[in-house]
Structures are given as C-alpha cells and as structure tokens.
C-alpha cells in the first residue's frame, strides 16, 4: 500500500532522512554530552553528528548493519553517559516514544517527524503541558526512502520538522524554518 510519500510502507518503519536536514537541525541547536539515536538504522543521524564533531552513538530494535547493538527503546529504563537523543522515530508510536526518551536523557529530544503532528485534540493538553520547547520546519519537503532499498530519494510531498523537547521546559513552544 502506497502513502502519501508515494512509497510502500515499511513494516518497521524504516525511513532514512536526508543528510541535509539533520544538518539543518545541528545547525539551530547546541549540544554538549553525548547524543543518541535510538532508532539508528543505517547510522545516518549519527553520522552527521559525527561529522559536526559531536559525540554520538545508536542503536536499532533490529540489526540494519549499524550502531552498538539491537536494542528495544521502549524496554529501556536507562542508558548511561548520553545527555540528549535525536531521532526519527517509528510515527504510530511518536506520543509515547518521546515521553519515554524525556524519561532517559536530561537533556534535549529532538524528533523528526510530520508537521501535521501538531494537529489534534487529543495531542493539545498534551503538548501544552508537556516539554515542548521549539518545533524547526523545514523549508521544503523531506524526502525520505524506506531504509535498506535502492530506492533514490525523489521530491518530497508531505512537510516536516524537527520537534524539540526539553524537560521542564514550560510556556509556549518558539520555533523557525530550516
């Protein structure tokens, strides 16, 4: 079955982000300590990180050829010596992954995922209330391929951002474009 991306949906949701736009996030947020992907896959997130020298390690629920080991984020109670976690986590469970990482890291969560998250009723109280402390939209569409295909990144269709969480973060959330 097709999404609106034009791809056939992963089991696994899978999704690999281009390297642009996690640049674009390193480029608005500071980081000291060590940052985690959780959701690894082919270690793209990481990567970058790397490459702004940043210190960075990740994991993956399955192994995809990358990261320091298979690891269930959910199962998760701690994870020593990482500060913050930048991801693009599996969406169906996006509410409940970032209120678990805000439990791990003291630090930033920074997520990357669907602008329309924003949207519903059932999410206002909970960002209201939350963590949200920016949300940093991307200026053009994100095109982003199932992982471990050949499939060639072609002209996104649905708006993305990098949604940024900080424990006790209060008030309204600020935000730009990338």
């Known amino acids: 079955m097709s999404r609106a991306s034009g ?3 992963v ?9 642009w736009v996690v640049d674009a996030l390193l480029e608005k947020e500071q980081f000291t300590g060590t940052i985690w992907d959780p959701a690894c896959g082919s270690g ?3 990567r ?3 490459g702004a020298d940043l210190q960075a390690v990740g994991t993956d629920i399955s192994d995809r050829g990358f990261g320091v080991g298979v690891v269930d984020f959910l199962k998760m109670d701690s994870f020593r010596g990482v500060e913050h976690i930048i ?8 509410q409940e992954w970032i209120d678990h990482a805000l439990a791990l890291v ?13 949207e519903g009723q059932g999410r206002k109280g909970w960002f209201e209330n939350g963590c949200l402390a920016r949300v940093w939209t991307s200026s ?8 471990g295909t050949d499939i060639v990144p072609k002209g996104g269709s649905v708006a993305y951002a990098w949604f940024v969480f900080e424990r006790g973060h209060t008030g ?4 730009g474009w990338l």
């Not at 089991?11 to 390297?19: L, M, N, T």
């Not at 991801?87 to 996006?94: E, R, S, V």
């Not at 309204?172 to 935000?175: H, N």
């Open 11 to 19: 089991d696994s949701d899978w999704y690999v982000e281009p390297a």
């Open 48 to 50: 970058r990180c790397w």
């Open 87 to 94: 991801c693009n986590p599996p969406y169906g469970i996006l």
């Open 172 to 175: 309204p959330y600020a935000g």
């Open 106 to 118: 003291p630090g930033k969560v920074c997520v990357l995922a669907r602008l329309a998250f924003l």
């Open 44 to 46: 793209n997130i990481v």
């Open 140 to 147: 053009r569409r994100v095109s982003m391929p199932p992982g």
């Open 7 to 9: 791809y056939a949906r």
